[in-house]
């Protein structure tokens, strides 16, 4: 069963290296976005939500443009609350039923986005006996599904909208697992269960997620955001990076660039006015019948 933070009574090395067969009582963190898999899951929940009617076309085209940003950027404070926000208002008057019913349609947009790197780096560390759970902002039923299907030990998630009498209200949820919060449903696990957080590691894609990084005595920054990055670059933490959308832009920039200087500059030939030909000066004219024959009066006068 995976470990829910609103319930206090809920139970819940290199990675490209071997881990340490000595597991000490600890455990292994992991961020979903951008750090089990590529892109955003609210997106996944977004398209799931758009083919049961629950979403406009037009929220669906502004969650795709929101998923490319944050696949090539990562995310920002005010966009996490903005799309809590925006979820638990969109949701206001639906069962809750309805939504758990996207449960498999979700599930069928992330599991082919997942890393197959990060679920070995997990699978290494439940064989060196640490218990796996995945950390995330997104709703704690979507962390929860995920979990059990991948065989994790358990979840930590938000309580993105409320719910009453089995209909959401409109209003943001109670838990928020962001930031501290990340760090504090750990902790609280932590007690709970007995894990020891100085032998524990923590993967994650953002700079938010730096108060749970700093909790556990083993970070690894998972293709990390640019303050991240140097974060993990000053301390000597592990860095890894997966995320390919950034490399694939910038290819595809570069041949567009190549293609269009291809194209101008062969416009630029075709443009090219054709050079007049200059009728030779007598004396410059090469050899030739009528060459010869227009010389000889300038011979003969100046025979003479």
């Known amino acids: 069963m995976a470990a829910d933070p609103s319930d206090p009574g809920a139970a819940g090395s290199s990675p490209s290296g071997e881990l340490s067969s000595a597991a000490a009582g600890g455990a292994a963190f992991f961020d979903l976005d951008r750090t089990l898999m590529e892109g955003s899951s609210a997106f996944q929940f977004g398209r799931a939500s758009y083919r049961a009617g629950l979403l406009s076309r037009r929220q669906l085209a502004a969650d795709a443009w929101a998923n490319v940003r944050f696949r090539l950027h990562g995310s ?101 697992a962001y930031r501290e919060g990340k760090a504090r449903a750990i902790r609280q696990l932590a007690v709970r269960e007995g894990i020891d957080l100085g032998a524990s590691y923590a993967y994650s894609d953002s700079e938010s997620d730096l108060p749970m990084l700093r909790a556990v005595g083993h970070p690894v920054a998972v293709n990390p955001d640019h303050e991240l990055g140097r974060v993990a670059r000053e301390e000597g933490w592990e860095i ?47 050899s030739g019948r009528r060459s010869r024959t227009s010389m000889r009066p300038m011979l003969r006068r100046l025979s003479v």
């Not at 090219?272 to 004396?283: D, F, G, T, V």
């Open 76 to 176: 920002t404070d005010e966009d996490t609350s903005a799309l809590r926000d925006r979820i638990s208002a969109s949701l206001k008057g639906t069962r809750v039923r309805e939504v758990e019913r996207l449960g498999a349609d979700v599930l069928a947009g992330i599991l082919p986005r997942l890393y197959p790197k990060m679920l070995a780096v997990a699978h290494e560390h439940q064989d060196a006996g640490r218990r796996t759970f995945i950390v995330t902002a997104a709703p704690h039923e979507l962390a929860e599904m995920l979990a059990h299907v991948l065989a994790f030990d358990g979840a930590i998630g938000s309580r993105i909208a409320e719910a009453r009498d089995g209909v959401y209200t409109g209003r943001p949820g109670s838990v928020f």
């Open 240 to 286: 890894l990076r997966f995320e390919r959308l950034g490399r694939r832009l910038k290819t595809v920039a570069a041949l567009a660039i190549a293609t269009a200087a291809g194209g101008i500059g062969t416009a630029a030939v075709a443009a090219r006015p054709e050079p007049r030909l200059r009728r030779p000066h007598p004396l410059h004219a090469p």
